[in-house]
């Protein structure tokens, strides 16, 4: 028969040697081989202490994010809901007050905003689709709790640092640093 | 210091023997489960357990608490009273093989000799064996009593592995026997010592007595009483808590028994060749004798894990086939072949 490709290999059939029939010698070899594996180098990166590196998109737990003077730049628009093929993301609209311009970039802000950690499969399509840039996937990943509850992370789970307040941990937040 | 014509003496420096070698086969055993995932974590480019404790030292007492709090099931089905034993039974089979290992020389305490061995008894070795075939029952019954199929087939394959391969072990101890002429662990240690190693003399039945060995601990590749593939967990798959934990040491146990009498009977026990002979402190050389003889065992624990972390599984009629047809007329063999070897020494080498 026509061999389709030229990596095909011939079967040997050949009936075993002597020293085959033994066995031992072909123990022997292959402790030979284990025993190399002793002086291998490890792959294995020993996480606590060592990270692995991160792609840039890498795509861990959301940020919402604030712009320079502090403002939450979500305008409760809803895209990313919508987006959203996990429906992990729910939200309340408010309208801003007088006197609150310092707070919030736009006319309308959510007063309530939650992402369900154990239903979001870390797309990244809310990123993708606010228009706002408002909503960002961070780098922290693995949380870890007793509780589901505690996995629908609040807006005040989400928020980046306020500048005005904490200037460091928003830089670290942007990752400027 | 004899008092109802009693040796007290004798029976404390007894009972502290028992029980610091007891404790030791302990540490031994817990420590050997550690070496275990180390080893075979090494052999195959990982780090293994290192969060307990530096390097992962403390992992042992981990899995020993693990095992201790774990919830104690004994399936409604099964018969309590045999359930109980199994593990019992194995444990203390393979405890009570210590009882005759020469662990080191004499030494003298407070103008007494002492035997760093619990008792010299003149059949020691057919006390070896008498006590490691009754390690067989503590799977069989284990495995009959959980009232479970895979368990029941796995205590049949175990029992039927352990006559075979005895038989084989035995056979290949007996040419050895017929050069050294004792029974007594304790002579055939002396006898190597300053001399050739019996492994010179018997190298084929070594090999026999090794691959019977592995056998009879069931280790890889003859563990088919576990298979874990095919037959879930084998004979202590209905356990749980400190009686799976007995079941497990006992495996480590033998290993470690095995090792002791592998290097006593083929490697010159506590004899480091150049050496022991020559010190005359009995002290000293009981110390260094200790030494040797633990280094000898550690270098055959790792042997045996070696040997499982290469090589798979045999088949059931491969086992029954190499433990039949292969092994024990090799040991017959090699009996007849130092049978005519002796006596030709007898006849100073004439035909
Ligand atoms: S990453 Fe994907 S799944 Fe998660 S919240 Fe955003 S859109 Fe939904
Ligand atoms: S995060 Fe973006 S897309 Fe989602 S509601 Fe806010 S502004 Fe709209």
């Not at chain 2, 070795?125 to 009754?134: D, E, G, K, R, T």
Request: aromatic fraction near 12%.
């Amino acid at each position: 028969m026509q061999a389709l490709t030229n990596r095909a290999k011939q079967v040997e059939r050949a009936p075993m040697t002597f020293i085959e029939q033994l066995y031992l010698w072909n123990i022997v070899k292959g402790m030979a081989i284990t025993f190399m594996h002793m002086f291998k180098k490890q792959p294995t990166i020993r996480y606590p202490e060592q990270k692995r590196e991160f792609s840039p998109v890498f795509r861990g737990l959301h940020v919402l994010n604030r712009d320079e003077e502090g403002k939450e730049r979500c305008t409760a628009c809803g895209l990313c809901a919508v987006a959203c093929p996990a429906e992990a993301i729910t939200m309340e609209a408010a309208e801003r007050l007088e006197g609150e311009e310092n707070l919030y970039r736009e006319e309308k802000y959510a007063a309530k905003y939650e992402i369900n950690m154990l239903r979001c499969i870390f797309c990244g399509l809310c990123e993708e689709a606010c228009p706002k840039d408002a909503i960002y996937l961070s780098e922290t990943f693995t949380p870890a709790d007793f509780n589901r509850k505690n996995f629908i992370y609040k807006k005040t789970d989400l928020l980046i640092p306020n500048p005005t307040t904490d200037a460091q941990g928003f830089a670290a937040a942007k990752g400027l640093n | 210091m004899t008092i109802l014509a009693l040796d007290w003496f004798l029976l404390i420096e007894k009972l502290i023997l028992i029980a610091v070698i007891i404790f030791a086969s302990l540490g031994v055993a817990l420590y050997t489960t550690f070496a275990e995932r180390k080893v075979a974590a090494i052999l195959q480019d990982r780090p293994g357990p290192n969060r307990a404790g530096p390097f992962g030292l403390l992992q042992p007492l981990a899995d020993g608490l693990k095992l201790i709090t774990k919830e104690e099931i004994i399936p409604t089905h099964a018969n309590k009273w045999l359930f109980i034993l199994g593990p019992g039974l194995a444990m203390t089979a393979a405890l009570m093989t210590c009882a005759v290992v020469p662990w080191g020389g004499t030494i003298d305490v407070m103008g007494h000799k002492v035997d760093l061995q619990i008792a010299d008894i003149n059949i020691g070795i057919l006390y070896v064996f008498a006590v490691v075939s009754m390690g067989v029952y503590g799977v069989m019954i284990g495995g009959w009593a959980s009232n479970n199929k895979f368990s029941l087939m796995a205590a049949l394959r175990g029992a039927s592995q352990a006559i075979s391969y005895e038989l084989a072990m035995g056979l290949s101890l007996i040419a050895l026997l017929m050069i050294t002429g004792s029974l007594s662990l304790r002579t055939i240690v002396e006898q190597q010592v300053g001399h050739v190693w019996n492994i010179v003399y018997q190298p084929v039945g070594f090999l026999i007595f090794f691959i019977c060995a592995l056998a009879e601990c069931n280790r890889t590749p003859f563990d088919l009483p576990e298979a874990e593939n095919e037959l879930n967990f084998g004979y202590h798959q209905e356990y749980s808590s400190m009686k799976l934990g007995f079941y497990l040491f006992s495996e480590y146990i033998n290993m470690f028994i095995s090792s002791t009498i592998m290097a006593t009977m083929f490697f010159g026990g506590y004899d480091l060749p150049f050496v022991t002979s020559h010190l005359t402190n009995p002290g000293t050389a009981a110390i260094v004798g200790i030494v040797v003889l633990m280094t000898k065992v550690v270098m055959f624990i790792f042997l045996f894990m070696w040997i499982r972390w290469t090589i798979p599984r045999f088949r059931y009629d491969q086992l029954m086939d190499l433990g039949w047809k292969k092994m024990i007329p090799l040991a017959l063999a090699n009996m007849l072949v130092t049978g005519f070897f002796i006596l030709l020494k007898q006849n100073n080498w004439h035909f």
